[in-house]
């Protein structure tokens, strides 16, 4: 393993342990879904932006379901490991597809988002579907709440993020691209 690849693994790990640690805190109970919002899909877009696209996969998806498994969510691991880990896939894609300039990679963050809304309102309902049947339709508004909550922390903590020179070059070889 080169020294570069061990950084990478490292800063995966990194990454999925704060997706772990930030779904965890700061919950806020939903009404009528028995789940909770939390600031843990902000670094589940931050972990496809920083990381190559399967890399941000693996933070997400394990960070998340670790969280999931750790809190008691057992019917919701496997399906937050593959939601959270699509997020993430397809939000790296995105933001090195757009990401030629400052602003077009700070929109790539922002489509991050709008992702996140989609796959996470959607995949849950899909889920739930099968196991509640109608009543997967409550869960909805408060998955929508959730990821305009990632969208806003994300979009602040991006830039902090990406002033560290060693995240800039992981991010999308832009240590000297300003």
């Not at 909805?140 to 709440?145: C, G, S, T, V």
Request: glycine share 12%; aromatic share 12%; charged share 10%.
């Amino acid at each position: 393993m080169t020294n570069e690849n061990l950084k990478k693994l490292i800063l995966t790990a990194l990454f999925a342990a704060l997706a772990c640690i930030t779904t965890m805190i700061m919950k806020i109970p939903t009404p009528g879904t028995g789940g909770y919002i939390h600031v843990g899909d902000a670094i589940v877009i931050l972990s496809g932006v920083v990381l190559i696209p399967w890399y941000g996969f693996a933070a997400a998806g394990l960070g998340s379901c670790m969280a999931y498994l750790i809190g008691g969510y057992f019917i919701y691991v496997t399906i937050t490991f593959v939601i959270k880990g699509l997020i993430a896939l397809a939000t790296g894609l995105v933001y090195r597809a757009i990401g030629k300039s400052n602003k077009m990679r700070y929109a790539g963050v922002l489509l991050g988002d709008v992702i996140d809304i989609v796959f996470v309102a959607g995949g849950y309902f899909l889920c739930e579907f099968f196991i509640y049947g109608a009543g997967a339709f409550e869960s909805i508004p408060a998955n929508i709440i959730q990821g305009v909550g990632g969208l806003i922390i994300s979009a602040v903590l991006y830039p902090a993020l990406i002033a560290v020179p060693y995240i800039r070059q992981q991010s999308f070889g832009i240590a000297d691209k300003q």
